[in-house]
């Protein structure tokens, strides 16, 4: 698989054999494990609030996504207990279709080891054909991970006038 493709299978520096896919509402009880399994960190990074537990409509959202409107992506490993879910990443278009909001999250011990990246890239590889013209994100301005991380993917730093704490990155896409 060549480093654009946005699905199918790879293999980490260590060996580790990984698959990137869309979500499928097949997916609801490990995306549930996923979540569960986040520190509380990583929940507050991503969720800017500790959840340990998906309601049934938010894990109905999270694996159901509008086609028209978004994608949903996950990582996988697979193991002795069947495929466990390493990562998420997804976007939503606003109604305009000039923008959308992305959000990523990588399982604490799967950190800095590319996944994000790869993540991050075939989200951007989906949107090519879209029409939108940027993305975005919402993140908390302590969250100095995902900070570095938006600005080595291209991604300029605005404040939020509303609310001092959080930042809105955006990558306008050619």
């Not at 990984?18 to 509380?40: K, N, T, W, Y």
């Amino acid at each position: 698989m060549g480093q654009d493709d946005s699905e199918g299978t790879w293999t980490l520096a260590d060996g580790t054999k990984l698959m990137l896919r869309h979500i499928a509402p097949a997916d609801a009880a490990r995306e549930q494990a996923f979540v569960q399994g986040l520190s509380a960190q990583s929940s507050y990074f991503r969720f800017h609030g500790t959840i340990k537990d998906l309601s049934k409509k938010e894990l109905k959202y999270f694996t159901e996504p509008d086609s028209r409107n978004a994608v949903a992506l996950i990582v996988l490993r697979g193991g002795e207990s069947g495929e466990e879910e390493i990562g998420v990443a997804r976007y939503v278009i606003d109604p305009d279709r000039a923008n959308c909001e992305f959000a990523i999250v990588v399982a604490d011990k799967w950190q800095k080891r590319g996944i994000g990246t790869r993540l991050m890239k075939a989200l951007i590889s989906h949107l090519q054909a879209s029409g939108v013209k940027q993305i975005s994100g919402s993140v908390l301005k302590s969250n100095s991970a995902m900070r570095k991380f938006g600005k080595q993917m291209g991604f300029a730093e605005t404040n939020i006038p509303d609310d001092p704490s959080i930042l809105s990155i955006t990558k306008h896409l050619d």
